[in-house]
């Protein structure tokens, strides 16, 4: 039924979780998602566009308190290489990771109240 298939797809893209492709993993099928994170998207229609379009992926997670590698370490784990990487005050971390160069990962934490806001973005796949 195409019209079905349509109307599954649309409502995807509406939806508050349209960045996770594969839910219950990180980076679309890569590992398990760690314990603890929490997956949401984000609010960004600029993001929206671009990740329908296969333009480039996103994925965003909350985890409690601060914990900005948890999900660095899953990347790393699975060949990811950290290229650099900032911290840019106490609450502000920021990565470039990869299995090669160039990086195909920017990977950022930020303090969000007594959470971290994990976001990982890329080329689509």
Same mark, same amino acid.
């Given at each position: 039924m195409p019209t079905g298939w349509w109307l599954a797809d649309s409502l995807r893209w509406r939806s508050p979780l349209y960045c996770i492709e594969t839910p219950g993993t990180l980076w679309n099928g890569l590992a398990p998602l760690p314990v603890g994170l929490s997956p949401t998207c984000p609010d960004s229609q600029s993001y929206r566009r671009e990740v329908?379009?296969? %333009?480039? =992926?996103?994925?965003?997670?909350?985890?409690?308190?601060?914990?900005?590698? *948890?999900?660095?370490?899953?990347?790393?784990?699975?060949?990811?290489?950290?290229?650099?990487? %900032?911290? =840019?005050?106490?609450?502000?971390?920021?990565?470039?990771?990869?299995?090669? *160069?160039p990086a195909e990962l920017h990977y950022t934490a930020v303090q969000q109240g007594p959470n971290t806001l994990i976001t990982i973005s890329g080329a689509a796949q």
């Open positions: 329908r379009a296969g %333009e480039s =992926r996103v994925e965003q997670y909350l985890v409690s308190g601060w914990q900005p590698l *948890v999900a660095a370490q899953v990347l790393r784990d699975k060949g990811f290489i950290l290229l650099d990487d %900032e911290l =840019r005050e106490a609450t502000h971390y920021s990565a470039f990771m990869g299995r090669a *160069v």
